[in-house]
């Protein structure tokens, strides 16, 4: 005897393929808006502190060009214009998760938006200090200046990729939580829901990113977006161990968020087209 067709399975999985390919686009989309946002408030940043030290720079989209020699570089100097943006981006983390939970009710794009700038500053911090002891740059310098040994670094790498592995962890909710269907986050489909959430939009931001970036990007750069995977492989591995998870109940259809697309093709833009040339910080009373 032929078992009948499930026709209302097949427009179930339909449905769900449909989902999760606007929810790929979608956090990808908000993926690269979070980076662009958070990068250039790190090197405004950088370059404003830098300036009250009376130091000159240049921001490019790929780096920030301090106009001075390497025997003008003093501790102090170094001390604030390497650390101060990332000690304020992990400040400013907090902002972004307190506001994502303002959010966490409302089943909207902006929420992911501020968790993914969330995770952007943490990573500001942390990965950003495990690239620069691999590269030699940024943050590093900080530690680089104390003097701190060697090995000393290392073990503080290690924190740092431990302190993400920790976030990455207890993001796994906040990931879960973005699904605008239950049958996304049953036990068959999780793990689909969390590569179009999470993972894949890692990934194909990332490479968007450097691609935008090409021919100039850093090798510190490219490990800074590669630290990413220290709250990514995290969310991966323990999403089933979330079993009760609530959902903010959607109304309407979800398909791709044309608001935000618009809104980071032209963040995209605008930072390429703003930064290509250099934007200047210079105090021209004292040059």
Known sequence: ??????????????????????????????????????????????????????????????????????????????????????????????????????????????????FWMYLHACNMFFGAYVSGVITSSGFHWVTNYIPVNKKVEYVISFFCVLTMFIIGYFSTKGFIQMSPAKTLIERFSRRNFILAVCVAPWIVGSALIIVFKIPNILPSEMLFLLMMFTVVVPVLLVQRNFMEVNLVRRTKNYGPDLIFITAGIIAVLLYRSLFEFGLEFANHATT
């Open 1 to 114: 005897m032929v078992a009948p067709h499930d026709y209302r399975r097949e427009s179930v999985t339909q449905s769900n393929r449909s989902r999760l390919f606007n929810t790929f686009i979608n956090s990808t989309v908000l993926y690269v808006l979070a980076y662009i946002i958070v990068i250039t408030i790190h090197q405004v940043i950088t370059s404003l502190v830098a300036l009250s030290l009376d130091i000159n720079s240049i921001i490019y989209y790929n780096k920030v060009d301090f106009r001075i020699s390497a025997d003008e570089w003093s501790r102090e100097r170094v001390y604030y214009t390497f650390g101060a943006a990332p000690i304020i981006c992990l400040g400013l983390a907090v902002i972004f998760y307190r506001i994502y939970r303002l959010l966490k009710k409302k089943l909207s794009n902006a929420k992911l938006l501020f």
